[in-house]
């Protein structure tokens, strides 16, 4: 049987928009599967196809360094994920909740790091410890990932804030105040009430702090030391030398973990976001 | 004793107030309403019996304590919101057995307490829903349920109707009065809407700006409205202004400009050569074709008054009832209503028919303000 004809908003059954969305897609997306497919390339050089192997894999797999770089990448994802969700979650309620002194003036402040340059950031973080808060590199780890951590909750928490204060702005504020006509303290109000509302935006927040971390090079290079190496600084240390298939087998990995983070994110999101 | 006492209780919003000098008494297991148009202060003013606005100035007792200081979640009353404000990440019997585990209310208890009030609302078997798989009227049976499961003092209603279609709210209407018969428990209400106070309130209070205007029973607010603003919300009204022509003890005469003099069959108490206003209800008027014949006399008026001709101008059939508008030969339009009592009477007049409207002494309302 024939198929009608496209209706007038029917875009996508149409050819130039067809087309579009290959190169669009084309894009996107060749680059990275010509990433993954060269980490399987049998060769030293990265250019001409030699066959398949995955060498490059057991090899990237044993690379002591390369493994402590991304050790510490998690580490500090994962410390940093935790205190901005926290943090910004907190800015993002008091800013909604309370008029106060110097309401706009912190409300701009703290979206600040997100407009500000990162090599500023940077380089503002590499004054800061080396001048006001001095960190001694000969500590135990992972307390001197420290000076890491501390400039990657900076630079993350405004962007929980923003996604949290966005979800607080379809919240019904009498459903806080039949929690408190039902008995609850303030406390319980906000743990019973506003903090469900909330969770789809407090998960979306720490996938976004998670993977701002763990990607981050700018500003991570200027607050590494030499014994705090992260995946993505260690990776252009790695590049600096070639660009072997055995980086490729590395990036391809962590491109791996971050795609399974936001699958099981998306999966946890999803039921609340329908109910909502 | 009465249950809840408000007295001189203004709200200041900056230089505006919402609630201006409300002086009130509620008494025990009575329906009562706060009426008014929106902006009248009424819902400030049950925010402030349940505690989640403070009074700028006044007193406010519940169960003969003093409210001032104490938090809402520590008074004698629980609010049906407007929203409902049902939590939407619980099921309906968590959503109901919420504030008695606040209470710290065993689990076994609670779920005997939580299937009484899914029985006394009619959710038996849904208390494992989401509220999003709820209509909106079962919503509205979960805010109930909610709020009462308590078992507070006073049940605060913040136009608890007003989100249903209009058929649900006229059916809710007799379940919330029996509902209210059966818990036996004070309900306060708010509402901008007259037939929902008059069906379920045993005393409503109408509220205008901010103030007090009327505090009375349902009949006597439609009878006997003491303002033209009470008269005019309440139901609709032909408001005509006139002049008090004489006074006496047992009869009254105002002459006005488009009824001719009007004589009612009571004193008005007011100053002779005074502007008054006539508030004549449209049911309250007789309609007869008018002919060649003289006109209409009323027994109980003197001969000539009570009566004016005019032209059927508009009908609106309404199935039970017929609305006229009548244009009198002065140029006003009046509003007559006539139930159709049997199933040919709205063939009884037709547009630009000939008409007399007449009607008792004792029909009009006199106003003064």
Known sequence: MRRAPPGPLEYLRRWPLRLWLLAVGLFLYVPLVALVVFSFNDSKRNIIWQGFTTKWYAKALTNESLLAAFGNSLTIAALSTIVSVVLGALAAVALWRFRFRGHTLFEGGMALPIVVPEICMGVAMLVFFARILPWPPELPWPINLGPIVIAHIAFTFPFVAVVVRARLQSFDRS????????????????????????????????????????????????????DTITFPVKVYSMVR???????????????????????????????????? | MSIITVEGVSKYFGPVAAVDDVTLSIEEGEFFA?????????????????????????????????????????????????SYAV????????????????????????????????????????????????????????????????????????????????????????????????VGITFVMVTHDQDEALAMATRCAVMDRGRLVQLATPSDLYEFPNSRFVADFIGSVNMVEGVLKTDKPDEALISTQHLGDVYVDHAVLGNVGGTLWLALRPEKIEMRPKGDGPPPQMEDAPAGLNTVAGRIDHIAYLGSESVFEV???????????????????????????????????????????
């Open chain 1, 241 to 276: 030398f070639s660009v072997t298939p055995e980086v490729n087998a590395a990036s391809t990995l962590l491109i791996v973990v971050t795609v399974a983070l936001t699958v099981i994110a998306l999966r946890f999101q999803k039921p609340q976001e329908l109910r909502a």
């Open chain 2, 327 to 369: 244009e009198l030969e002065s140029g006003l339009k009046m509003r007559v209503i006539r139930p159709n009592l049997t199933r040919w009477d709205q063939e009884d007049f037709a547009e630009e028919q000939p008409v007399w409207l007449s009607w008792h002494a004792c029909a009009p309302a006199v106003l003064a303000g």
């Open chain 2, 87 to 182: 939590f939407p990440h619980m099921s309906v019997a968590d959503n109901i057995g919420y504030g008695l585990k606040l209470d710290g209310i065993g689990r076994a208890e609670r779920a005997n307490r939580v299937n009484e009030m899914l029985a006394l609302v009619q959710l038996q078997g849904l208390g494992e829903r989401k509220p999003d798989q709820l209509s909106g009227g079962q919503r509205q049976r979960v805010a109930l349920a909610r709020a009462l499961a308590k078992r507070p003092r006073v049940l605060l209603l913040d136009e608890p109707l007003s989100a249903l279609d209009a058929k649900l709210r006229e059916a809710m209407r007799f379940e919330l009065a029996s509902l209210q018969h059966q």
């Open chain 1, 175 to 226: 459903q806080e105040e039949a929690a408190r006509d039902l008995g609850a303290s303030d406390w319980a109000a906000f743990r019973d009430v506003l903090i469900p509302h909330l969770k789809p935006s407090l998960i979306a927040g720490a996938l976004l702090a998670f993977t701002l971390s763990l990607d981050d090079f700018v500003i991570t290079f200027f607050t590494a030391g030499p």
């Open chain 2, 34 to 82: 706060l009426l008014g148009p929106s902006g009248s202060g009424k819902t400030t003013l049950l925010r402030m019996l349940a505690g989640f606005e403070t009074p700028s100035t006044g007193r406010i007792t519940i169960d003969g304590t003093d409210m001032a200081g104490i938090a809402p979640n520590r008074r004698p009353v629980n609010t049906v919101f407007q």
